[in-house]
């Protein structure tokens, strides 16, 4: 029986949770922020980034200091002034422990933020640093400098493991995801945006631009990125060599800096034009726009939405902040609990073998080809295998999300691997949002159906299907109730015990690992006596 199982179930009307409705929300969001507040720095403001870690103070990079500022009051909680230069790039690891910055001489070094500590000083760049961040494992460090090289930093032994030297201007931006940690994409005034693989240890694809690159942000999913270069936004599919998708070109003057907010459906941008504007990614439409009065260097956001932050010409910060209101937190709170439901121990990467989708390009490098291929469909012929193949095929290349998926439920005899694929690619292209919303009770029911019948068969696929099961919990989830005892309810029960069977079974293996390190520890120990 279901137990202390928090959804309430109404009936979903056939017309709710239109794209209209929810963008008005998203946009009233946005309207939300107050009038801001304004900070004068020492010098101009090179970077910015939040503490991910609650209560999420700001980083400021300016002049030869770091600052931290208390994310309540915003006055400074504690400053870093051990530089010798100017400070040109800054980053804090995901656990809010560690802060990496770089500076104008060419200095990578690893700080402890509670002892301001110098854990770690690297030497190898000869010009500014204008990018340093971690690798989404935390244990290597990535920097880009003036110097036109790009190295990967070995933490524990202060050692360089990758360095590449293919670009022939200043690198200016990087962004690496944590889907795909083994690629990183760097961005500089030569017009080009590279993905470089460490495995390889090479340059795998090269993309060019009419005008310099000055940012460039990963999606999550890590198939698209988007890029600034001039006064354009391109979203990029490395997975199609390059090809863009989408170009938004709202902005006067150069675009400077971009973040995603916390749902990843709406991207912010800063530019010259001294304008913030806010896009939905479903759509690319223009959200919201804040003026400010100096062009805008850099942005950021925290992770719970409630500060939007630029930096402008001047040395001036500007901090806009969002007072939530009661039913916000309400809202928050209970889509925290529903997703808690359905939690399983976080997985920084997607399985190496992963079912993806096959690419129609060429040019894509063997690290997106085909890892397994849609076989043993005994049922049809090879020439309908072939179309079927085509037509998800041409659904996606074409954002047709809500009609690929709608074509998995009406072919109920597919293979559980080509249901897989389909659904995997929708999710890592980001459209899981525009293929679940607006669908009926009915429709959502037979969704989960299809994701337990995958998940019986194998729990291989649990990292690509666990995001469709919280994407639905997060759109419908605040419309449920405890009383109804419908279909939808069953096959949420369902997915609820399968996760669960996981997390015993993980738990199992965790155990069963930590005896066989101490086995091997303890017989390492006793051959080198």
Known sequence: MLTNFELRLVEIPKQAWSFEKQGSQKENLWQKFSSPVIIKEYG?????????????DLAVAASARVQFYNSTTHEVKRSYSRFQRTVTALAIRNNGKLMVAGDEGGLV????????GVLRTLKGHNAAVHVAQFLPEGRAILSASDDCTVRVWDVATQTT??????????????????SNPHIVATGSYDHTVKLF??????????????????????????????????????????????QT?????????????????????KLIAGSLDRQVQVFDLQNFDLVHTITHASPVLKIALSPDE?????????????????????????????????????????????????????????????????RRRLTDLRTQTKKSQTYLHQRYERLLRKRHFAEALALLLRREDSQIQLVASVLNEIHIRGGLIQALMGRVEMEITEILHMVNRILNSSHYYLPCLLPIVHTIVDIYGPTLHRESDGDLIEALNETREIVHEMQRN????????????????????????
């Open 44 to 56: 101009t403001i090179n970077s910015l980034c939040f503490s991910p870690q609650d209560p999420y």
């Open 109 to 116: 070094q690893l700080f402890d933020i509670a002892t301001r």
């Open 161 to 178: 493991t990758h360095t590449f030297t293919e670009h022939t201007d200043y690198i200016r931006a990087a962004a690496t995801c944590a």
């Open 197 to 242: 693989d460490l495995r390889a240890g090479r340059c795998v694809q090269t993309t060019e631009y009419d005008e310099p690159v000055e940012d460039i942000l990963m999606f999550p999913s890590g198939s698209l990125y988007a890029v600034a270069t001039g006064p354009s936004v391109k979203i990029c599919d490395q997975l199609a060599a390059g």
């Open 245 to 265: 998708v989408c170009s938004v070109d709202t902005f006067q003057k150069s675009v400077t800096s971009m973040v995603l907010d916390n749902s990843n459906s």
């Open 306 to 370: 409630s500060r939007l932050v630029a930096g402008t010409t001047g040395c001036t910060l500007t901090i806009h902040r969002r007072f939530a209101t009661a039913r916000d937190r309400a809202n928050q709170k209970l889509q925290q609990e529903t997703i808690g439901e359905f939690s399983l121990t976080q997985a920084n990467s997607t399985p190496s073998n992963q079912v993806v989708m096959p690419s129609t390009s060429g040019d894509v490098s063997k690290e997106y080809a085909i």
């Open 506 to 529: 993980l738990a199992t293996m965790m155990v069963t690992k930590a005896k066989l390190d101490s086995v091997i520890r303890a017989n390492q120990v006793n051959y080198s006596s």
